[in-house]
Structures are given as C-alpha cells and as structure tokens.
C-alpha cells in the first residue's frame, strides 16, 4: 500500500488486518518498567522515532524488522521472546 506521492505506508502503523496477529502479547512496558527506562529513552537507543517505539509498545505494530527487535534486546539486555509471547485466544 503507498500514500500520495509513492512513499511507501510504514507497517508499524497501519491497522491490524489479520485477528492472528491479536494473540501475540508485547510485554515491552513492563521490561521497560522494570528497567526504570522511559519509552523516549529506548527510541533514541534503538534509532527509531519515539512514535513508532509507542505503536510498538501498545501492541498495535503488525511487523518488526529484526534490527529493531535486536537493538531493543541489546538495549534492554533481554531475549526476543521476553518482548513477545504468543497467547492463544480463551487461553
């Protein structure tokens, strides 16, 4: 999908299409929390704007490069699936 003038969307803003992708958890607040670290803070570590650090956080993100997901590991010296937990629906 593009916007006028051909940029292309960026997918960790657009809405979520697939109800799959509801059932994966992102539990980047309370690493966050738990690391006393603000949301502005890890955005400047990683290289993204803190916009797309909140759309990862709230869980509204339907991809994630995985340069993103490793810097976020690196800066919050955790594993990739610290972040992301898959939760069946009525589990």
Not at 52 to 66: C, D, E, P, Q, Y
Request: hydrophobic share 45%; with cysteine.
């Amino acid at each position: 999908m593009t916007r006028r003038g051909g940029a292309a969307e960026d997918p960790a803003e657009a809405p979520l299409e697939d109800p799959r992708a509801e059932e994966i958890a992102v539990y980047l607040g309370d690493l966050l929390a738990a690391r006393g670290m603000t949301v502005t803070d890890l955005a400047q570590r990683v290289g993204i704007t803190l916009a797309n650090m909140s759309v990862l956080k709230n869980g509204h993100a339907r991809a994630i490069r995985f340069s993103t997901l490793a810097g976020i590991c690196q800066a919050l010296d955790c594993q990739p699936g610290d972040l992301l937990r898959w939760e069946p629906p009525g589990a």
